[in-house]
């Protein structure tokens, strides 16, 4: 629904904005976005959602005052009113302990995040894709569940020291769940371009798996040998980055990491870096400060290597911003966004026979990592297809179980990872990413 | 706006809409963060647009749109009809909307202190001055504190000839200090987690709320855990305090009475419910002293509104009545399916989040005593507070819930304290153990501002009331297996 791309728009009133001269540092932030999310039950529509929003977030500094204001209104008044919110918060607002430091002119990477065919795809045509897969699976006895989102954006940031950068965007995701009784099996995709998320073939292994999920049995809480498929590993670390990566926690201590850059604290077969300009993942030139994006280590071969940062947290501790500024108004501090785990030297489907005896997980569900974050113990249900596995190979499916797991100490038993990775959605705008492998590791703890 | 709105739906019911509405929003939101006695953020939003929801040949579609002009809207309008005719070549069973009473009514939320005429600087001092106050006591290594405001102005027409305003105004906030010795780090918050208590009433909350009275207490908790050992493991009897069991109530009653939920809405992500049609009226829930119910009209919840956003007249129902399952969250839509009316429990995030079933305020009723008196009855257990994790199955049986702090209680007195306390169980059986409930006294409306569910993610305020409990032989720690 979105009426075209704005580039010229924003930027315009982002150099109108910042070149007001009524602040030390002005900054623009606006992202545009059209999004359709076609959510599907039992092989049924029921929600179609269709949402055209913009945010316009201005941030400036007087000395070291600091005020943020947002509209989601590109009306020329709205943005004036929003600047003058803005400059009255920083004005009664107290001083911070810092100056804020906020990237001049940057050079970005080329980067193709916008395809044509994500665009033009109309919701009669994007639930026509999905309802061939519930007619598929409709001849099994298997019952369809999920969502078919895409959005259509663009993102700008200006400042008032010279920085411009623009970069439209679009994005696709396919979660389907399909059932049958209590069986259910699950897939997902992400990408940018719609013509490369198979939506039938996805939607025909969901249901392959449900159809192996069915008569669980029982399986009593152990220690037992695990083989996760990336969807499970992308939950822990997704989980990981969060409680441990970023620069707040690191800096209150309640991070993993904290007083542990340059230990061990994993296994060598891990190494977990970020990076926005790979295009494996949902790649994006810059943050939202306009900061270059670039790769940072997290975990290099099971040490820990480095912590994620923006202008803020940088400002605060003296040293430079690793390119990532968080989404405007997001209070939680910056956090790797575009994960990856390094896939090993194991071929996927090695990987059963490897693991020998012991349970295969696809997915995780409702895992928290809050428990203790400072030792990443974690819980969470696995979901979606557990299956005992016996001399390499399926024997029945098990009932969902809940882990609770030391997360970094289960990864230093990791046996062997895949070379094969798989891309999931990672945060809340859609140019996040986590890419990771399938996981073997010799004893992980199942309480429940 | 009133006539095009009105032009709209009119258009819409011409195009063959059997139903239609819309909502017209402008949400307004300041955010103050303070972190070690320094303000960490102090931010402004406004967002304004326009929701149509239109059903067509039974099958919904929904468009919302930030440019509230007469072309914005009107483009919104076909859109969502355009969705719904795809939706209804496909579907092969259609829905049915319950009959509802096209209200013509205006209602706020009362206060008394409005929030965005309190002065920064009152604000400021607040936050910076209890953490900086915090951060200078020995064993304190970072103190954070949050104040969150919001004013929804929200408009409703329908197709039936509903014309609603309402105004929410919703206040709130807290702190937590982390105390650290370099080899861990422990939190302590008040007045709840997640960023404080949330409720439908101006800054005379904060007031109330006494962060600087509260903050030698927490301190000498959170130093506390430091040293403290590891929670024990094995079945305890629990005493959990109000903001832990209201996010219990949150997860294990409010999620899976949600009737979108049990007939299968959200199966495609967060999951289904095991309150099955079949259970209503006959399912043992819990303990005969067990009575939760969810009421819209509780005063000051954060879940607290006079009508929902499909313009129905939101209603209390009794989820729970002495152990007994005994009702369902519902809408127009999932209201036919077990035979009545809806009770007004949609609402969507905003004017671009489609209504949705949500909890509004989910209260345990209270019994009787104090928490003191529970305590001295109490010979060999736990008493446990604040959340601090969570985690539940997709059907909201197996969970596992972790606290901010525990203390022993040995012959009905409180002993040390433990920390990285957890306790896990079934949720029937869980509600099964509980053999008292603390009084009028020590129950209050908690409320929290970041209840999640559907695609696109949507949060939502909601209220539970609480006072504490207890639950017999309950399993604690993390067992090393």
């Known amino acids: 629904m979105m009426n075209g791309l704005l580039k010229d728009r924003l930027i315009e009133e982002g150099e109108r904005i910042a070149g007001s001269k009524r602040a030390d540092t002005i900054e623009f932030v606006a992202n545009r976005e059209s999004s359709s999310t076609l959510r599907f039950s039992s092989s049924r529509f029921h929600q179609g959602i269709s949402v055209s929003d913009a945010s316009f977030h201005i941030r400036v500094t007087i000395g070291r005052k600091i005020g943020v204001a947002s509209t989601n209104s590109i009306e020329r008044d709205a943005l004036d009113r929003c600047l003058d919110e803005a400059l009255s918060i920083a004005r009664s607002t107290r001083e911070e302990p810092f100056l804020l430091?906020?990237?001049?002119?940057?050079?970005?990477?080329?980067?193709?995040s916008f395809f044509e065919s994500t665009e033009r795809a109309t919701n009669g045509e994007k639930a026509l894709l999905v309802s061939t897969g519930f007619r598929d699976a409709g001849r099994s006895g298997v019952l369809h569940s999920g969502a078919l989102s895409t959005a259509v954006g663009e993102i700008a940031v200006v400042n008032s020291r010279g920085l411009k950068a623009c970069h439209p965007y679009t994005f696709v995701h396919l979660s389907s769940v399909a059932s049958k009784g209590d069986?259910?099996?699950?897939?997902?995709a992400v990408s940018n371009d719609l013509t490369e998320i198979d939506v039938r073939g996805l939607m025909s292994a969901s249901a392959g798996t449900c159809l192996k999920s069915s008569s669980p049995g029982e399986s009593k809480p152990g220690v037992y040998r695990v083989l996760l498929e990336p969807a499970a590993v992308s939950e822990l670390v997704h989980w990981l980055s969060y409680t441990g990566f970023g620069a707040k926690g690191f800096h209150d201590g309640t991070s993993f990491a904290s007083e542990r850059l340059g230990e061990a604290v994993t296994g060598e077969k891990v190494t977990i870096y970020d990076d926005g300009l790979d295009a494996n993942g949902m790649a994006i030139p810059f943050d939202f400060e306009g900061s270059p994006k670039r790769r940072l280590s997290l975990i290099d071969k099971g040490v820990a290597s480095g912590v994620a940062y923006d202008s803020v947290t940088a400002s605060i501790e003296g040293r430079e911003s690793t390119g990532h500024g968080p989404f405007p108004g997001d209070n939680e501090g910056p956090f790797p966004e575009h994960v990856f785990m390094e896939g090993g030297d194991a071929a996927a489907p090695d990987m059963l026979p490897l693991l020998g005896d012991g349970i295969l997980v696809?997915?995780?569900?409702?895992?928290?990592?809050?428990?203790?974050?400072r030792e990443s113990l974690m819980t969470g249900m696995t979901r979606h297809g557990t299956f005992l596995v016996s001399g390499g190979a399926v024997k029945c499916a098990l009932r969902p179980m809940r882990f609770t797991e030391n997360i970094l100490e289960a990864f230093r038993r990791i046996e062997a990872v895949s070379r094969e990775t798989a891309v999931y959605p990672n945060g809340s705008f859609p140019l996040g990413s986590v890419s990771v492998p399938y996981v073997l590791i010799d004893g992980f703890s199942f309480t429940s | 706006m009133k006539g095009l709105f009105v032009s709209i739906l009119a258009r819409l019911k011409r195009l063959g809409a059997d139903y239609a509405d819309i909502r017209h929003e402008r949400i307004t939101t300041e955010s103050l963060q303070a972190l070690d006695g320094e303000v960490e953020g102090f931010s402004t939003d406004t967002s304004a647009g326009v929701g149509i929801r239109v059903l067509y040949k039974g099958a919904w579609g929904f468009a919302a749109t930030n440019v509230v002009n007469e072309a914005g809207a009107m483009k919104a309008a076909e859109e969502a009809l355009a969705i719904a005719r795809a939706f209804s070549a496909v579907n092969a069973d259609k829905v049915r909307l319950s009959e509802a009473e096209p209200f013509v009514e205006c209602y706020s939320t009362p206060y008394i202190i409005d929030p965005f005429n309190v002065s920064p600087e009152r604000k400021i001092s607040l936050i910076a001055g209890v953490t900086g106050a915090a951060l200078k006591e020995n064993g304190i290594s970072?103190?954070?504190?949050?104040?969150?405001?919001?004013?929804a102005e929200k408009e409703f027409f329908s197709t039936e000839g509903a014309?609603?305003?309402q105004t929410i105004l919703t206040s709130g906030g807290g702190y937590h200090v982390i105390a650290g010795d370099g080899d861990d780090a422990q939190v302590r918050s008040y007045p709840d987690g997640h960023h404080g208590l949330f409720a439908t009433r101006g800054y005379e909350l904060l007031d109330e709320l006494d962060f600087m009275g509260n903050l030698p207490r927490v301190i000498i908790?959170?130093?506390?855990?430091?040293?403290?050992?590891?929670?024990p493991t094995g079945a305890r009897d629990i005493i959990i305090d109000g903001p832990q069991l209201a996010l219990q109530i949150h997860e294990s009653c409010g999620h899976p009475s949600e009737l979108d939920r049990v007939l299968g809405a959200e199966l495609g992500f967060a999951g289904g419910s095991f309150l099955t049609l079949d259970k209503l009226g006959a399912f043992r829930y819990g303990s005969p002293i067990v009575n939760i119910y969810a009421?819209?009209?509780?005063?000051?919840g954060a879940g607290s509104y006079r009508f929902d956003d499909e313009g129905v007249r939101g209603t209390r129902v009794d989820l729970v009545r002495e152990g007994v399952f005994t009702g369902y969250l519902t809408s127009r839509e999932t209201a036919p399916s077990i035979g009545g009316a809806s009770n007004g429990s949609m609402r969507g995030e905003g004017w671009g989040g489609l209504p949705i079933i949500r909890m509004s305020n989910i209260c345990m009723e209270p019994g009787k005593g104090t928490l003191v008196d529970l305590v001295s009855d109490t010979k060999d257990g736990l008493l446990m507070s604040v959340n601090r994790s969570w985690s539940i199955d997709d059907k909201r049986l197996n969970f596992q819930f972790g606290s901010e702090i525990a203390w022993e209680i040995r012959n009905g007195k409180l002993g040390q304290a433990f920390r990285n306390p957890v306790y896990y169980g079934t949720t029937p059986r869980f509600w099964a153990s509980c053999d008292a409930v603390c009084g009028r006294d020590d129950w209050r409306i908690w409320g929290l501002n970041s209840c999640a569910k559907g695609e696109p993610l949507q949060t939502a305020h909601v209220g539970h009331g609480a006072s504490p409990a207890r639950f017999k032989s309950v399993e604690v720690g993390v067992r090393k297996i």
Do not use: M, Q
């Open chain 1, 362 to 373: 696809k997915s995780f569900h409702y895992v928290n990592g809050l428990l203790n974050p």
């Open chain 2, 142 to 151: 970072s103190a954070e504190a949050f104040l969150e405001f919001s004013k």
């Open chain 1, 183 to 188: 069986a259910t099996g699950f897939e997902s």
């Open chain 1, 101 to 112: 430091r906020i990237p001049g002119p940057c050079r970005y990477a080329k980067i193709s």
């Open chain 2, 221 to 231: 908790e959170a130093r506390s855990l430091v040293s403290a050992r590891e929670c």
């Open chain 2, 295 to 300: 009421d819209p009209n509780e005063p000051f």
């Open chain 2, 163 to 165: 014309v609603i305003t």
